[in-house]
């Protein structure tokens, strides 16, 4: 195939490693570069997007240890379709590459076109590079699997100090004296809770107390009185002697 059909941010997206510290941000935290731009075709970090504030920007993510992209980010530049997704964080996901198997599928259900991984019905790939591989073996090109994006931002705030699997609850717009009194509301309530508990537990030892002192007094009377009884037997009965042959 010939590289002006085979764009080059694919070629990036299927080769590169992802997730590998960024070499112009060494010293910085959170530098794992896992960002495509796909006007540079290059992969980035967050640090670097100060630089690529106006390019389409690709987010990878990583699930079970692999990289892989969310199926309406990746449905805007080619077909993703018949391609088993994945649920990651509430959003459908589908792997990059190929992922090794130990063995080969020996049975009568759905399996991979192109390495013949167990999958799903109706998939018919179980990554963007399976399928890739069966559409330029048959189509002999892309040009029916590519699709024209003009505009491709970021969907999850990717920022130096807030993670990007970090996903914000919808509805979650409130003002920040609503917060701050739902803050206080939460503190008195646990300062209730801590109350109520120590006032139980209270209780419940000095119930416990009282009724271990109740046994010991009767135990105490108990052992007292069973030698007076005792010496008191032995003065009103006459001694016994052995008889006489």
């Not at 088993?84 to 130990?102: A, D, G, H, L, M």
Request: one cysteine or more; a positive charge.
């Amino acid at each position: 195939m010939e590289s002006g059909q085979f764009p080059a941010w694919l070629e990036v997206l299927l080769k590169d490693k992802f997730f590998n510290a960024c070499l112009d941000h060494e010293d910085v935290k959170k530098n794992e570069k896992n960002i495509l731009c796909i006007d540079c075709c290059l992969s980035i970090c967050p640090h670097c997007l100060s630089s690529h504030t106006s390019h389409r920007l690709l987010q990878i993510r990583r699930y079970v240890y692999r990289d892989v992209l969310r199926v309406e980010d990746g449905s805007k530049l080619m077909d993703c379709s018949l391609i088993q997704p994945y649920i990651t964080n509430s959003s459908k996901v589908v792997f990059i590459n190929e992922r090794p198997q130990s063995r080969q599928f020996r049975g009568s259900g759905n399996i991979c076109i192109t390495c013949d991984r167990s999958l799903q019905s109706p998939y018919l790939f179980c990554s963007l590079s399976c399928k890739i591989s069966d559409v330029i073996m048959r189509q002999r090109g892309l040009s029916g699997f590519l699709r024209v994006c003009n505009v491709l931002d970021l969907t999850d705030e990717v920022t130096t100090t807030t993670p990007s699997s970090t996903l914000e609850p919808t509805g979650s717009t409130r003002t920040s004296s609503e917060s701050a009194g739902n803050g206080e509301d939460m503190f008195w309530c646990q300062a209730l809770a801590c109350t109520a508990t120590t006032e139980i537990v209270r209780k419940k030892r000095s119930s416990l107390s009282t009724a271990c002192r109740r046994v010991t007094e009767v135990a105490s009377t108990t052992d007292t009185e069973a030698p007076v009884n005792f010496l008191n037997r032995r003065k009103n009965t006459p001694p016994q002697r052995a008889p006489l042959y």
